[in-house]
Each structure stands twice: as structure tokens, then as C-alpha cells.
């Protein structure tokens, strides 16, 4: 069988592996170093954030944002429904109990679903110590909206832009909105450190205690004080210098996405009951620009006369991975007792939705196999119809 086309895979050329080796031959290969400091200056420089400290993944870039913000145990933090679960985790982490909100058509947050759940919980008398909405996919939240509510219950927003970096909202850059952000550096992000993440502010404080929790709490003296509980969270100096060959790279790996959505949109143009997820862009009423992470489309059965599954089974078949939208946190058995507010968006997205092979190290070759896969199901399906 033909090789097996992945939905991102890693896209690592010689600029990655010069980049290891001057590392390695450096001498800093571990812990902190060069590459690091100059790895955080790019990454602030390029989300226009004041600072950027490189951590060891997203989670933990949630994770020590949520302590920084003073988020603990009792705490409700409101966060989006339709996210990857790193997302509630982290919340979890700190020993606050997660909010699930639902979404609206952008995938994202609902802003009035985010207003409602401020109004029950405050009448509760409960109050919210964080709201972390999610850049699903890649596409910057409604931040107009979202921060204005939580500004107006005096409430802290950690973006999660996890998925987004390199997306833009209205000329801001995605991981540039609320007090700090997270951006991860996972495997099948849109650029990556084999494993990383980052925290982006602009609070030079908030920073500083981020670099202090993420290496142990350790005071600045040489017999290893501790007066708070640390974690062991830093990127090295190896990876950070792969981040920066990455970095080098991403606006290029974004264009090659974005080609490959122009591909699916031709693709799908005349096929009735399916869409593109997320487009038109601006439909909350941001001007948005997407980083093309990952091309969804959304299948309406009844008009398509197929399912998201069906497609999904068939791909799968040909040795190429598709997959549905993330399965929305307040539908997981783990977080089945989690208070939610939901009007049944999510979930229908999550049955709706199917991601397609979307990585910038797919070539033509790739993607004419998955286009032929796709017209191979469509000619199938309409038989069958
Ligand atoms: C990938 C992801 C994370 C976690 O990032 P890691 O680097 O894998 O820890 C968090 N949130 C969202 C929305 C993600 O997609």
C-alpha cells in the first residue's frame, strides 16, 4: 500500500538540521542557552508580545499561566467546549474546576453563551477567576467581544493559541490578545520542536515568574531555596534552535496550507452538503486571517447523501488520515460531571466536521492521491444516493 498521508506531519528540511548541529556543536546542549533567549526574542518579536518564554509544551504554558493568575483550588475558569483536552486539563491541574462553554458557527466561543453562563454563575454567587477561550483550528477568537465581557466582571483572559500561531484578527497576531497566551510546538502543530511550547505576555512580571515556576521554583541562591512548589518545564537548547530553523520557516509552511485549502475549495465547490469549515472568515465580524493549521470540512448528511464517518472509513482505507472535530469537553467521560453551557453547536460540529490532510510537508503528489481518494468516495457516494 502507498505510504500513509498523515493530517500534519512534521515538515523538517536541512535549515532544521543545520540549526541541530550549531546547536550541539555549541556546547549548550543542555539545560538553557543561546538559542533560547534568541528563540524567545523571535517569538516576541514575531507575535508583537513584549516577552515570550519557550516551555516544554502548550500544557505546561497553560498550566503555569492559570498559577500565575492565581487560579487554584475552588476556582471556576470558563472555557471553551470545543477544544483539545490540554485545554481543561490544565485548568484541572491547578485544582480549579473547568466551564465548558459552547460554540457558536466560527467554532469558537460563544460570546452569549460566555455572558449567560457570568450572569448564572454570579447569581450563584460563584465567582470566575479566568476565562480561556480557544483558537480553534487556527482562527483567532471574537477577542472584541470575549474580553469586553470578562473586562465587565473584572475577569483575566489566558487565550489558548495552541492552534493559531500565525493566524491574525484584525491585524493583531494570534497569541497577542489577553493577558497571556500559550502557543505549542507539539508534533503536529503548524510549526514544531519535535515537543515545546511557549508563553507570550506583555507583563515583564508575569513573564519572570513563568521562567521562575518552570525551573523549580529555585531562589537565587547556590544551596537550592525553595519557598514555592516549581515544575520542571523549560525548553532546551537543542529544541529551542529547532524552533528557531521552524520559525525561520513558518510563514512559507503557512502559504503551503493555505494552497492546500484553495485545492479542497475547488475540490468541494459543487458538491452539495459539504462546506468548508470556518469560511467565509468573518462571520463574527473580525477580519481574520487563518493559518490554514488544519481544512475541515463540515458534511451535511441529508444533502450530501454521505457522512463525515463515511468519508472518514474511506479515506482510511486508502491509507490517509482524516479525522472529526475535536469531541467537545462537556461529551467526555472524564469530564461528564463538569458544569456546561451548551445549545448543541459543538456536537453537531463534532459529528459534522472531518479535518483533511493538511501538513505543508504534503506535496503535489500527496495531494493528488488524497484529491483522487476523495473523488473515488464522491462518485461512490452520489452512485449510491
Ligand atoms: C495542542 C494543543 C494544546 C497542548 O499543546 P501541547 O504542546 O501538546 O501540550 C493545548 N490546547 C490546544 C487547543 C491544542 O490544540
Redesign the pocket.
Known amino acids: 500500500m502507498a505510504d500513509r498521508i498523515y493530517l500534519s506531519s512534521p515538515d523538517v528540511t536541512q535549515a532544521e538540521e543545520d540549526a541541530l548541529v550549531r546547536a550541539i556543536r555549541s556546547g549548550w546542549v543542555a539545560p538553557l542557552g543561546p538559542e533560547v533567549d534568541a528563540f524567545e526574542e523571535e517569538l516576541a518579536a514575531y507575535t508583537g508580545r513584549k516577552y515570550a518564554v519557550a516551555l516544554s509544551?502548550?500544557?505546561?504554558a497553560?498550566h503555569l499561566a492559570l498559577l500565575n493568575l492565581g487560579v487554584g483550588p475552588g476556582d471556576l475558569v470558563l472555557t471553551s467546549s470545543l477544544?483539545?483536552a490540554?485545554?481543561a486539563n490544565s485548568i484541572v491541574y491547578t485544582g480549579a474546576e473547568p466551564v465548558f462553554i459552547d460554540a457558536d458557527e466560527t467554532g469558537n466561543m460563544n460570546p452569549d453563551l460566555l455572558e449567560e453562563a457570568f450572569d448564572t454563575l454570579a447569581k450563584e454567587g460563584r465567582t470566575v477567576k479566568a476565562v480561556v477561550p480557544?483558537d480553534l483550528l487556527g482562527k483567532v477568537v471574537n477577542h472584541e467581544r470575549i474580553d469586553a465581557i470578562a473586562a465587565a466582571h473584572g475577569v483575566p483572559v489566558l487565550s489558548?493559541a495552541?492552534?493559531s500561531l500565525g493566524a491574525t484578527r484584525n491585524g493583531r497576531s494570534a497569541g497577542a490578545f489577553g493577558v497571556a497566551a500559550?502557543i505549542?510546538?507539539?508534533g503536529n502543530?503548524i510549526m514544531t520542536t519535535s515537543?515545546?511550547?511557549a508563553l507570550l505576555t506583555d507583563d515583564e512580571e508575569f513573564a519572570k515568574h513563568t521562567r521562575y515556576l518552570a525551573t523549580q521554583a529555585r531562589q537565587p541562591v547556590v544551596h537550592y531555596e525553595h519557598t514555592d512548589i516549581g515544575y520542571n518545564y523549560r525548553m532546551s537548547n537543542i529544541l529551542a534552535a529547532l524552533g528557531r530553523a521552524q520559525l525561520s520557516r513558518l510563514d512559507e509552511m503557512i502559504e503551503r496550507r493555505r494552497q492546500h485549502r484553495l485545492a479542497y475549495r475547488e475540490l468541494f465547490a459543487d458538491v452539495s452538503g459539504v462546506t468548508i469549515f470556518g469560511e467565509p472568515s468573518g462571520a463574527d465580524g473580525g477580519d481574520t486571517r487563518d493559518n490554514f493549521w488544519l481544512t475541515s470540512i463540515l458534511v451535511d448528511p441529508a444533502e450530501a447523501g454521505f457522512s463525515a464517518a463515511a468519508m472518514q472509513a474511506a479515506l482510511a482505507e486508502r491509507n490517509i488520515e482524516s479525522r472529526p472535530l475535536w469531541k467537545p469537553m462537556h461529551l467526555q467521560p472524564v469530564y461528564s460531571s463538569a458544569r456546561a453551557s451548551t445549545d448543541g453547536s459543538a456536537e453537531e460540529l463534532f459529528h459534522r466536521g472531518l479535518s483533511l490532510p493538511s501538513g505543508s510537508v504534503l506535496d503535489e503528489a500527496h495531494m493528488a492521491r488524497v484529491r483522487e481518494a476523495i473523488g473515488q468516495f464522491l462518485d461512490g457516494a452520489d452512485a449510491a444516493a
Open positions: 509544551s502548550g500544557t505546561a497553560l477544544t483539545f490540554a485545554t480557544v489558548d495552541a492552534e500559550a505549542s510546538f507539539n502543530k515537543g515545546g511550547g
